[in-house]
């Protein structure tokens, strides 16, 4: 079963919109969510990331918005530009284990 | 800094041949993982590995086998490749605290026919 949901699937948005990216869990036990950001022909690389005893962490035009009761948490790309073109993966890690799950990400296009 | 080196970058197999995929971190971090990119389904994990001498099956194990040979290198293995096994192959290796980052390879590029 998917441990992670995310959405959209794809994403176009316009140079200085904002991007929106969603993901949802359903197990509590998860303690970590990270989001990577991966071009095309490179692996993932670590972008932002964040605690579930926070509800928001921002990092320039990237922020992280997490909601604890719902089981959610989204990226919010500011002033979106075309270099932030990329596939965009929500993660969730479970300290216990250390077994680090992906969904199955966001391509993001941003048209100049 | 090498990071988390992958080898071979690309492979081509055919139907019932098996091979191993080597993955090596000089990063010191205790857990690796193998995960395979497959269009519209995201990362999946195969097994993973949270210390030298343990692993665990991920979210597709079958068809695989992997061994954790020490602190450094997790290698994954192929015994009778299958043309669903046609994939993208990603090792990463990730220190075991709260924040620790995990660290890819650049990937290896499999294809059974």
């Known amino acids: 079963q998917q441990q992670v949901k995310q959405s959209p699937q794809s994403l176009i948005v316009q140079k200085g919109g904002i991007s929106i990216i969603n993901c949802a869990y359903e197990?509590?036990?998860?303690?970590?969510f990270p989001w990577y950001q991966q071009f095309p022909g490179k692996g993932p690389a670590l972008l932002i990331a964040?605690?579930?005893?926070?509800s928001e962490k921002k990092e320039g035009r990237f922020t992280i918005s997490f909601n604890k009761s719902a089981k959610q948490f989204s990226l919010h790309i500011m002033d979106s530009q075309p270099g932030d073109s990329a596939t965009y993966f929500c993660?969730?890690?479970?300290?216990?284990?250390?077994?680090?799950?992906f969904g199955k990400g966001t391509l993001l296009t941003v048209n100049p | 800094n090498a990071g988390v080196t992958q080898t071979p970058k690309f492979q081509v197999l055919k139907t019932g041949q098996s091979m191993t995929l080597q993955c090596a971190q000089d990063?010191?971090?205790?857990?690796m993982y193998w995960y395979r990119q497959d269009p519209g389904m995201g990362l999946r994990l195969i097994y993973y590995?949270?210390?030298?001498?343990?692993?665990d099956k991920g979210e597709v194990p079958n068809g695989y086998n992997v061994s954790r040979l020490n602190k450094r290198e997790f290698s994954l293995r192929l015994e009778s490749a299958a043309p669903s096994q046609t994939s993208v192959y990603f090792c990463?290796?990730?220190?075991?605290?709260?924040?620790?980052?995990?660290?890819f390879g650049q990937g290896t590029r499999l294809t059974v026919v």
């Open positions: 993660a969730a890690i479970r300290g216990s284990n250390y077994k680090l799950t």
């Open positions: 590995s949270a210390s030298e001498g343990t692993t």
């Open positions: 990063m010191n971090h205790n857990s």
């Open positions: 990463a290796s990730r220190q075991n605290n709260m924040g620790g980052e995990a660290f």
């Open positions: 197990n509590t036990a998860f303690d970590y």
């Open positions: 964040i605690r579930p005893d926070v």
